[in-house]
């Protein structure tokens, strides 16, 4: 079965820090660049992150620039985010996306359409 699964998500408090796992099956993640989104109640999806497939570059969203790391392992056909000092205003559903059109980069303005294989969500909850 072709898939993408995200796990990892949780409660946590603020100033936590948490890793979420993006695992491919049925297909080669590194053939793809992943893009992280996250949608909050009530408001828009927003990209957050992406890894591009071949030079592992790396773009974050302003809001969590110097906080989120995406790194992948491709033997393990996975990629993570970090997220460390994760905020109220972290708290979302998580998604990743595989990207087959980046390349050397990535790019997190893509609309849906772009995007392969969709995870089914983690929600992160950040909350003292």
């Known amino acids: 079965q072709v898939q993408l699964v995200e796990s990892g998500g949780g409660l946590v408090q603020p100033g936590d820090s948490l890793r979420l796992s993006c695992a491919a099956s049925g297909f080669t993640l590194d053939s793809y660049a992943i893009v992280w989104f996250r949608q909050a109640p009530g408001k828009e999806r927003e990209g957050v992150s992406c890894?591009?497939?071949?030079?592992?570059?790396?773009y974050y969203a302003d809001a969590v620039k110097g906080r989120f790391t995406a790194s992948r392992d491709n033997a393990k056909n996975t990629v993570y985010l970090q997220m460390n000092s994760l905020k109220p205003e972290d708290t979302a559903v998580y998604y990743c996306a595989a990207d087959p059109y980046a390349i050397n980069s990535c790019t997190l303005t893509g609309g849906t359409l772009r995007y392969r294989y969709w995870g089914q969500g983690t929600q992160v909850t950040v909350s003292s």
């Open positions: 890894i591009s497939r071949r030079l592992g570059t790396t």
